[in-house]
C-alpha cells in the first residue's frame, strides 16, 4: 500500500511536469474549419478505410456502410471498441466538423481527451486537412444508427488516457516514413498508404509501447487481435511484382489465384478496390519502393 | 447446346449433392485434401480466366470457356456433399485451415457455396462470350471466394 502510494505521489510528480507536455493538441482553428465536400470524400472514405472497423462485423461492404461501431480490437493494452461514427446522436451527428477532425488528425475527443491510438490518427495526421473535411462531409450523408456505444475494456495504466499524451510526444509523427526524392506515382502511393489506407497500423510490428516500429517499415507483425501473423509486404518479405499487388488490392487474388480472406479481405472490398486504378498503382509502386526489412 | 447440358449436369449433379445428407462423409484426411486438391483446381481455372481479365494472356475463347466449364465442375462437384467430415477443421486434423465455425453455421455455409456455384454458373455463360463479359463474371466469383474465406478459413502466411 506504501509502495502503491509511493507511486501515485511519484505519477502526480511526474505528470505535474508533463501536464503542459501531455495536453492534447488540436488542429490549428484554419484547418479545423475548412467546408468538405462530400461527393470528393467518397473516394477519401473508401481510401481510409474507415468501415473496415467501424461497419458491425460481418456487415456486407457498401457504397453507404452503417458505421455502427462494436467491433473488437483485442490487444495487449486492452479491448478496443469501434464506436458509432455514423450520423446520429449515438454517433457523430452532434459533433462539429472540427471535432470529428480533430479526433481523426490528432486523436483529441469531443471533451479534449486524448483518445486511444486504434484510432489510426499517427496515420491520419499525415493526411491533407482538406480531405478529411471531405470524408466528414462524406460521412454525414451515411444511414444513421442508433446503436449504443460499448466502453473500451483497457486496464490500468493504460486507463489513464493523459499518459496518452507522452505516448503522442512519441509516436505521434507527421513526417513520411519513406523519404528522399521519390517519382511523383511513389509520392502518391506514399501519400495513400502512409496517411490513408494505413497499411502499416498491422503490417508494421509495433514496439513494447505499441509505436510502429519504422525502422522494420511494413515487415509483417502478429496479428493485433487474433491468431497468426499479419504477412510482411516489403520488398524483403513479399516477392509479388507491383502489378501483382495492384491486381490484389483490386480483386483479392494473388499471382497464385488464391483469394484473400481474412482482415484484407475486409481492406479489399471496403477500401482497395473501390479506388481509382491509378491509386492501386500508385500503392503498389510505393510498396515496391519502401526499404526491404524481412529476409524473404 | 453442350454448354446447357453441362450446366444441366452440373445442376443434377448440386441438386444430387444437397440431397446427399444420408451419404457417408469422406474421412477426415482424404476430406482434408478433396478440398485441397478442389482448391488447386480453382486455383488453375482461375489463372486462365483471371489471366485474360488483367490482360496477362491475350483473351481466347475457347480456352475461357473450358476453363470457365472446369470451375462450374468443380464448384458443382458432388463432392461439397461429403467433403466436411466433422472433426476435419483445424487443430483436429494436421494441415488443416478449415475453421470450427464452419460446423457451427452448416447452413451459412452452404449458402456460401451456393453463392459460389453461381457465380460459377453465371461465369460459365459469361466466359466464352467476350473479354468484357468474362471480366464482369469474374468479380462475383473473387467474391464468392473471399466471402467464404473471410469467416471460415484461417488465415493464410
New interface residues.
Given amino acids: 500500500m506504501r509502495r502503491l502510494l509511493g507511486a501515485a505521489a511519484l505519477a502526480l510528480l511526474g505528470a505535474a511536469a508533463a501536464w503542459a507536455l501531455t495536453a492534447p493538441d488540436p488542429l490549428p482553428a484554419a484547418q479545423a474549419s475548412l467546408a468538405g465536400d462530400a461527393a470528393r470524400g467518397a473516394t477519401l472514405f473508401a481510401a481510409a478505410g474507415c468501415a473496415s472497423c467501424h461497419a458491425a462485423e460481418?456487415a456486407a461492404p457498401s457504397d453507404a456502410p452503417v458505421l455502427s461501431g462494436g467491433r473488437a480490437f483485442v490487444t495487449a493494452f486492452g479491448t478496443f471498441r469501434a464506436p458509432n461514427i455514423s450520423p446520429s446522436p449515438q454517433g457523430i451527428g452532434d459533433w462539429s466538423d472540427a471535432e470529428v477532425m480533430n479526433a481523426v488528425m490528432r486523436g483529441v475527443g469531443r471533451e479534449g481527451q486524448h483518445l486511444y491510438p486504434a484510432l489510426p490518427y499517427t496515420s491520419y495526421v499525415k493526411a491533407e486537412p482538406q480531405d478529411v473535411a471531405d470524408i466528414v462531409a462524406f460521412l454525414r450523408t451515411l444511414p444513421p444508427s442508433d446503436a449504443a456505444n460499448v466502453p473500451n475494456d483497457v486496464g490500468f495504466p493504460f486507463s489513464i488516457r493523459r499518459a496518452l499524451g507522452a505516448w503522442k510526444l512519441l509516436f505521434l509523427r507527421d513526417e513520411w516514413v519513406l523519404q528522399g526524392d521519390l517519382d511523383p506515382q511513389v509520392e502518391r502511393g506514399r501519400y495513400l498508404a502512409e496517411a490513408m489506407v494505413h497499411c502499416a497500423q498491422c503490417h508494421t510490428p509495433r514496439n513494447a509501447l505499441g509505436g510502429l516500429r519504422t525502422d522494420a517499415w511494413l515487415s509483417g507483425a502478429p496479428?493485433p487481435s487474433?491468431?497468426?501473423?499479419i504477412?510482411g509486404i516489403d520488398p524483403g518479405s513479399l516477392d509479388w511484382t507491383a502489378a501483382d499487388i495492384a491486381?490484389y488490392l483490386a480483386?483479392?487474388?494473388t499471382p497464385?489465384?488464391?483469394?484473400?480472406?481474412?482482415t484484407m479481405?475486409?481492406v479489399?472490398?471496403n477500401s482497395t478496390s473501390r479506388l481509382p486504378a491509378e491509386d492501386r498503382a500508385a500503392i503498389a509502386a510505393y510498396v515496391k519502393a519502401v526499404p526491404a526489412v524481412g529476409g524473404g | 447446346m453442350a454448354r446447357f447440358t453441362l450446366a444441366l449436369l452440373a445442376g443434377a449433379a448440386l441438386a444430387a449433392g444437397t440431397l446427399a445428407v444420408a451419404q457417408d462423409m469422406m474421412a477426415p484426411e482424404v476430406a482434408r485434401d478433396a478440398r485441397q486438391g478442389h482448391m488447386k483446381a480453382f486455383g488453375e481455372a482461375l489463372r486462365t480466366l483471371g489471366g485474360m481479365a488483367q490482360g496477362q494472356v491475350a483473351y481466347d475463347a475457347a480456352a475461357a470457356r473450358e476453363a470457365a466449364d472446369a470451375l462450374l465442375a468443380n464448384a458443382a462437384s458432388p463432392d461439397w456433399a461429403v467433403m466436411w467430415p466433422q472433426g476435419s477443421a483445424q487443430g483436429e486434423i494436421a494441415d488443416s485451415a478449415a475453421l470450427p465455425a464452419i460446423w457451427e453455421n452448416m447452413a451459412d455455409f452452404q449458402a456460401k457455396h451456393q453463392a459460389l456455384v453461381d457465380a460459377a454458373t453465371a461465369m460459365q455463360a459469361a466466359a466464352g462470350t467476350d473479354l468484357a463479359s468474362l471480366q464482369a463474371a469474374l468479380g462475383p466469383v473473387g467474391a464468392s471466394c473471399a466471402g467464404c474465406h473471410q469467416v471460415y478459413r484461417a488465415p493464410q502466411g
Fill in positions: 460481418g496479428n487474433g491468431e497468426g501473423r504477412p491486381t480483386t483479392g487474388f497464385d489465384f488464391d483469394v484473400a480472406g481474412g479481405a475486409e479489399i472490398a
